[in-house]
């Protein structure tokens, strides 16, 4: 009985997941051979005028995968009745959906009708980490595009109020291992937070603590300067690491110091796995930069889609 009882969770377990398997290097090969330097030519040209949007691409990816796959359904528009993803609460803060505008329109210059939506962002959030002094990787190719986007479905995102079970539960649905939430949570070492994603450790963090104990002294202090629990100035918040335009190893020395800013990000010290892996990244900005190459291709290959959109704020 309890051997049956395990089969059929494997078998749930595996069908909640849909690692995509079809994905290739040469997808567009014949049919838009130039599309990665055509995509990379918009992030770059973006990212010269505002360098705060290699961070948004990024998290952008990330919230397109994590809901219904890799199907660029974080990049629909509301309509009429339907409230679509990018404005439930966790992605109002997400930006620079201009960019992927601009490479969509040069990619359907070049060929039109070919390339995905879903496929132009996961380039993006590659040129993204690239350009900000990360590692470069090829990126698997042929995802499609949704047609469902929903504000409601936005809430399945990770938190940043998570602890580490919470974490696990999230990242295995989607057939992602802790060494894959260690890995991409590096991308913390880009971009900035506001004020409201990390207040719960500065005020009113427990009955007995007014701020999380496991949180640097000074670094709790600088931060209640910034969001101070009256009168907190509008949009207020801080950067994720004091190198927000470049891709490092910061993030994981923070976190050993008791300076990180999510909860989620301290609880990466809250088991023996993940806490060897925050150490082992945050001696080796190698064996970082490889782990999390490993682990985006990973999280890109979540799937979704049926369709190659014309317009990527619009299904077909
Ligand atoms: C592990 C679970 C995660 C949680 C709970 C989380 C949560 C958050 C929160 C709350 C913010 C700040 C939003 C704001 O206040 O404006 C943020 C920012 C950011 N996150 Fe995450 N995140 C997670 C994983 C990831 C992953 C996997 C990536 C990419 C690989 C990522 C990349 C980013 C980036 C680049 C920013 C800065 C965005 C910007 O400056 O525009 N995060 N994250």
């Known amino acids: 009985m309890a051997i049956m009882v395990s089969f059929l969770c494997l078998v749930l377990m595996f069908s909640l997941v849909s690692i995509g398997d079809s994905l290739s ?109 990360g590692p470069g990787w090829d990126v698997p190719k042929g995802r499609k595009d949704g047609r469902t986007s929903k504000a409601s479905e936005s809430i399945q995102l990770p938190a940043p109020t998570f602890n580490i079970s919470q974490l696990k539960q999230s990242f295995s649905q989607r057939g992602l291992s802790m060494e894959d939430l260690v890995a991409l949570s590096g991308g913390h070492t880009l971009g900035f937070s506001h004020c409201s994603s990390f207040r719960n450790r500065i005020h009113n963090f427990d009955a007995k603590h007014d701020v999380d104990p496991s949180m640097n002294p000074s670094f709790a202090a600088k931060l209640k300067s910034i969001c101070p629990l009256k009168n907190q100035p509008k949009n207020a918040g801080t950067t994720m690491d004091p190198s927000p335009t470049t891709f490092d190893n910061t993030y994981y020395k923070l976190i050993l110091q008791g300076k990180s800013l999510f909860s989620s990000d301290q609880a990466l ?13 945050a001696t080796s900005k190698d064996a970082f930069y490889k782990a999390f190459v490993k682990s985006m291709i990973k999280m890109s290959n979540i799937n979704g889609g049926q369709e190659i959109r014309k317009d990527c704020r619009v299904v077909n």
């Open 269 to 281: 010290l809250t088991t023996p796995k993940t806490k060897n892996l925050v150490s082992e990244f």
């Open 25 to 133: 290097l040469n997808y567009y090969e014949k049919t838009c051979p130039h599309v990665d330097f055509i995509v990379a030519k918009a992030v770059k040209e973006a990212t010269s005028k505002d360098k705060t949007v290699p961070a948004a691409l990024l998290r952008m990816h990330f919230h397109d995968c994590f809901i219904r796959g890799c199907d660029a359904s974080v990049l629909l528009n509301s309509k009429g009745k339907n409230q679509a993803e990018k404005d439930g609460p966790p992605n109002i803060s997400l930006h620079a959906f201009y960019v992927i505008d601009n490479a969509k329109k040069a990619v359907e210059a070049s060929c039109p009708g070919v390339v995905s939506c879903a496929d132009i962002l996961a380039l993006a959030a590659r040129d993204a980490v690239f350009l900000s002094g």
